[in-house]
């Protein structure tokens, strides 16, 4: 298949004209389905005009169209985690855990970064911590910062990419 070797959206038109798209979903590094759509006429398209306008048939630039289907397999492949990973994220931590991010994150941050990937919420981690909660909005900012990203949940997928086997 086409797109379990390329693992990447794959245009055809069918007979009437229209242009689909098939999107490959992997979980644990495996093909498990494939995300189909369109029935977009694109400048190439060979559809009367009282067909599009009857059917209300969108039209868009086949380059477009292939960027949202990229922009789809980029969010397919988020989707593609180990789910044993994500179980365990909320096992204790241990002084590896903490230097999983190799020196970018201060003590406290990484100690934060840590509570944050077990699921806990700033307040949570406030209590845990015996700190303010304007304190952990402050480490929060400072992590998502340093490690440029751009909220909490890329932050747990980046320490599963780091970690695999936590």
């Known amino acids: 298949?086409?797109?379990k070797k390329t693992q990447q959206i794959k245009l055809f038109t069918c007979?009437?004209?229209?242009?689909?798209?098939?999107?490959?979903?992997y979980y644990n590094n495996k093909l498990v389905a494939i995300a189909y759509g369109g029935g977009?006429?694109?400048?190439?398209?060979?559809?009367?005009?009282?067909?599009?306008?009857?059917?209300?048939?969108?039209?868009?630039?086949?380059?477009?169209?292939?960027?949202?289907?990229?922009?789809?397999?980029q969010t397919m492949a988020l989707v593609n985690f180990d789910l044993n990973?994500?179980?365990?994220?909320?096992?204790?931590?241990?002084?590896?855990?903490?230097?999983?991010?190799?020196?970018?994150?201060?003590?406290r941050e990484a100690e934060v970064a840590m509570l944050i990937c077990q699921g806990l919420s700033n307040k949570q981690i406030a209590e845990q911590l015996f700190i303010s909660e304007k304190t952990i909005k402050t480490h929060v900012s400072n992590i998502l910062s340093k490690l440029d990203i751009k909220d909490r949940m890329q932050l747990i997928l980046e320490y599963c990419r780091i970690v695999p086997n936590a």
Do not use: W
């Open 1 to 3: 298949c086409f797109l």
């Open 40 to 73: 977009i006429a694109t400048e190439a398209h060979t559809v009367p005009q009282e067909i599009i306008e009857s059917y209300n048939i969108p039209l868009m630039p086949q380059r477009k169209l292939q960027r949202i289907g990229e922009l789809l397999v």
């Open 85 to 107: 990973v994500v179980e365990n994220i909320g096992a204790e931590k241990t002084e590896a855990d903490l230097n999983v991010f190799n020196g970018i994150l201060s003590r």
């Open 15 to 25: 007979y009437l004209g229209l242009t689909y798209f098939m999107c490959p979903v």
